[in-house]
C-alpha cells in the first residue's frame, strides 16, 4: 500500500514537471523561431528573452533537460527512457501547439509532407529523450558519463562556427556552451581528486 503511494507521488511529481517544463520550453522554442531584429536598438529585456529562446530550443538544452528527468524521476534503464521519452515528446507537442497559435503561419504544403514532417520530428524527439534519461539515469551510476554531454557541447560550438560569435545572440549562446564545458570538466577533475584520495585512504 505504501510502496503504491510512493509510486503514485512520484508520477505525479513526473507529470507535474514534465508539463511545467515542457510547456516553457514549447514556448521558448517558437520564440526562437520568430526572433525580431537584433541588430539596432536592442532592448536589455528583448537581448535576455532572445538569449533565453535561442538558449532553451538548443539541441544541448533539450537533451540536457531529458537527461535530468533521468536523473531525478528513473530509478533503473526502463524508466529513464520511458521518462525521457515521455517528456521530451510532450515539449515537442507543446512547441506544435504554440507553433500553430503564435507562430508564422506556414506556406501551405500537402498532408503527405506535413506528416513526414511531424514524423521526423516526433522520432527524432522520442531517440533523444530516450538516450537522454538513459544517460542523466547513468550519471547517478558514475559521473563519468558526462563526457558523453562533454562531447556534445564541443560538437556544437563546432557546428556552430567562427560566424555564431559576430552576434550578441550567439556569442551569449557559445559562452553558455563554454561555461557548462567548463563546469563539467572541473566537476569530473574534482571527483577524480576525491577518488584518489579515498583509494589512498583505503589502502593506509
Keep these: 500500500m505504501e510502496e503504491n503511494k510512493k509510486c503514485k507521488g512520484h508520477w505525479k511529481r513526473f507529470i507535474i514537471f514534465t508539463l511545467i517544463v515542457g510547456i516553457i520550453v514549447g514556448y521558448f522554442s517558437v520564440i526562437s523561431d520568430n526572433l525580431p531584429d537584433l541588430r539596432n536598438d536592442v532592448t536589455v529585456f528583448e537581448y535576455v528573452i532572445s538569449y ?20 531525478i524521476f528513473a530509478s533503473d534503464i ?7 521519452a515521455i517528456y521530451t515528446l510532450t ?22 509532407e506535413l506528416a513526414i514532417g511531424y514524423g521526423i520530428h516526433y522520432g527524432a524527439s522520442a531517440v533523444g529523450g530516450t538516450l537522454g534519461g538513459i544517460l542523466g539515469f547513468l550519471v547517478k551510476k558514475t559521473p563519468y558519463t558526462l563526457l558523453c554531454l562533454l562531447l556534445g557541447l564541443i560538437l556544437q560550438l563546432y557546428v556552430n562556427g567562427t ?14 556552451y563554454c561555461v557548462l564545458i567548463m ?3 572541473i566537476y569530473l577533475v574534482n571527483f577524480k ?5 579515498e583509494t589512498a585512504f583505503d589502502f593506509q
Design 193 to 197: 581528486r576525491n577518488e584518489r584520495k
Design 183 to 185: 563546469g563539467i570538466v
Design 91 to 112: 515539449a515537442i507537442t507543446f512547441y506544435f501547439l504554440f507553433t500553430y497559435f503564435y507562430g508564422d503561419v506556414p506556406v501551405q504544403i500537402s498532408f503527405k
Design 52 to 71: 533565453l529562446a535561442v538558449i532553451i530550443n538548443s539541441l544541448p538544452v533539450w537533451f540536457i533537460l531529458a537527461m535530468l528527468v533521468g536523473y
Design 163 to 176: 560566424r555564431s560569435w559576430r552576434g550578441l545572440i550567439g556569442i551569449g549562446e557559445n559562452v553558455t
Design 78 to 84: 526502463r524508466k529513464a527512457m520511458l521518462y525521457g
